[in-house]
């Protein structure tokens, strides 16, 4: 199994061409530029079904879609796979435009309910895309300002037959017609508890504001504030990092918020924010890696830095996928409760190299909770 | 005459196709492919109603042609629309 894994991942970094086409195609629908090497093309047709899936994996099919237009036509790859992209991309529009609508369902619920959720990362993220609709939309996650919200917010989906199920990290999800929905007590994903007084008045002072959503609508949604999204999308890529692995979409997501939001927050404060938090070595890593992969321009980056290798992190993506559900062992893993524990448990293991680099103490806190949370469940 | 607004027209390049968004399966989609002429039509036709004469007219003006030429391919084209479900 050993070699077999060894094998793959060898695989994966050895078709440069297919992978390099990949990530100048991703460059060029995020940024809606020019391609910046023409020279990687033609691709053949294996080429081109492997940069596919490659995308696939990593949830950004419809962002490198939009790269295919700044290719020349003769370059293109064949109407079969051209057609089968532009089916895609109208599912990915159909299902963001559902998700958007639930979105404002769950609001007026709420909302009529007394309640004021915050939109967290997802369609809130979305927004910051040229062609938000091309994002591939995952759940809804929803921050409550306080417990008392949050529990009334479960309730109120118990009172209505929902089922509510407790996931990992306490958080609590259900089924909104057909889509998953997920209720945050916490804003941020940092668990190291001397940080708890601190995270709590920074979100206080920094708080939220008002978007209208879907953009061209005349409806109001909160969502947090500059510097507060860029905190709780770079706590959130660490999380899942070191953790249970990265795709591409969310370092994507990430990148968009950096040039979307320059101007609207003191980049210096973020930088005091990341250092108090213990983020600063992860976030060279990250700002590496969003530089010297996916193009962003270093002047969007909140304050400047020596750059270093983002090799690592690149491995971890690609071994991972989407949330680390395409490593090898993904689907092996248990569906029970202890199951999905030793797997995470690993999967932290398999991240150590990163971790024990950039955020040591924020992994040893996630592995206390884990293990803490699986304790209290039994 | 109208456009059937469950089809969805993608371009890329001079690649022209509309896709059948009303369609769920997973292996079954409904596509189909355009020439510029078609695709120009269709993008600027939403929500609005025409007849054929009015296309033909158009086409006269984009292209050059004859109304009788540019009349005779609109029809055909309007034939087959109402046939695969595209116009209504």
């Not at chain 1, 996650?141 to 309730?155: G, I, S, V």
């Not at chain 1, 958080?171 to 508890?193: C, F, K, M, Q």
């Not at chain 1, 978007?211 to 507060?228: A, D, R, W």
């Amino acid at each position: 199994m050993g070699t077999g894994r060894i094998i793959k991942r060898k695989r994966i970094m050895q078709n440069t061409k297919a992978y390099t086409a990949f990530l100048c195609l991703l460059r060029s629908g995020l940024w809606e530029k020019d391609l910046i090497d023409l020279a990687l093309f033609p691709l053949s047709k294996e080429e081109w079904l492997e940069l596919y899936i490659l995308a696939c994996r990593q949830t950004v099919q419809g962002i490198v879609y939009r790269g295919l237009s700044y290719l020349p036509s003769q370059l293109l790859p064949s109407e079969e796979l051209l057609v089968r992209w532009m089916v895609e991309s109208v599912r990915l529009e159909e299902n963001n435009e559902r998700t958007n609508k639930e979105i404002i369902a769950l609001y007026r619920f709420f909302i009529s309910s007394g309640v004021h959720p915050i939109l967290k990362k997802g369609q809130a993220a979305a927004a910051l895309y040229e062609m938000p609709s091309l994002r591939v939309c995952g759940d809804i996650d929803l921050y409550f300002r306080t417990k008392k919200e949050y529990r009334w917010a479960n309730l109120l989906m118990e009172d209505r037959g929902i089922p509510l199920h407790r996931r990992a990290d306490g958080s609590r999800d259900y089924n909104w017609h057909g889509i998953e929905v997920e209720h945050h007590a916490t804003l941020v994903d940092l668990r190291n508890p001397f940080l708890s007084t601190y995270l709590k008045r920074l979100i206080k002072e920094k708080g939220f504001d008002k978007m209208f959503f879907p953009e061209n609508s005349l409806y109001k949604i909160e969502v947090p504030s500059p510097s507060m999204t860029l905190l709780m999308l770079n706590a959130h890529i660490m999380k899942h990092a070191l953790i249970s692995g990265i795709g591409l979409r969310q370092l994507c997501d990430i990148a968009r918020a950096y040039y979307r939001f320059s101007g609207l927050y003191q980049g210096e404060e973020l930088r005091l924010i990341y250092k108090k938090t213990g983020m600063m070595k992860w976030s060279r890593l990250l700002h590496s890696f969003l530089t010297e992969h996916l193009g962003l321009e270093k002047k969007y980056l909140p304050y400047g830095e020596d750059t270093i290798s983002s090799e690592k992190l690149l491995e971890a993506i690609l071994r991972g996928g989407n949330f680390g559900q395409h490593a090898d062992d993904y689907n092996r893993r248990g569906r029970g409760y202890l199951s999905k524990k030793i797997y995470m448990v690993k999967a932290i293991y398999r991240n150590r190299e990163i971790s024990q680099d950039c955020a040591k103490l924020e992994v040893l806190c996630w592995t206390i909770e884990l293990i803490y949370g699986q304790i209290n469940e039994s | 005459m109208k456009i059937n607004e469950n089809f969805k027209l993608r371009v890329i390049k001079d690649h022209y196709f509309i896709i059948d968004s009303t369609q769920k399966e997973e292996n079954r989609v409904d596509v189909y492919k355009l020439n510029e002429a078609a695709a120009w039509f269709w993008s600027t036709l939403s929500e609005k109603e025409f007849t054929a004469v009015m296309l033909a007219e158009c086409l006269c003006s984009r292209y050059g042609i004859t109304y009788e030429k540019a009349l005779t391919d609109v029809k055909t084209m309007l034939e087959d629309w109402l046939k695969w479900g595209l116009a209504e």
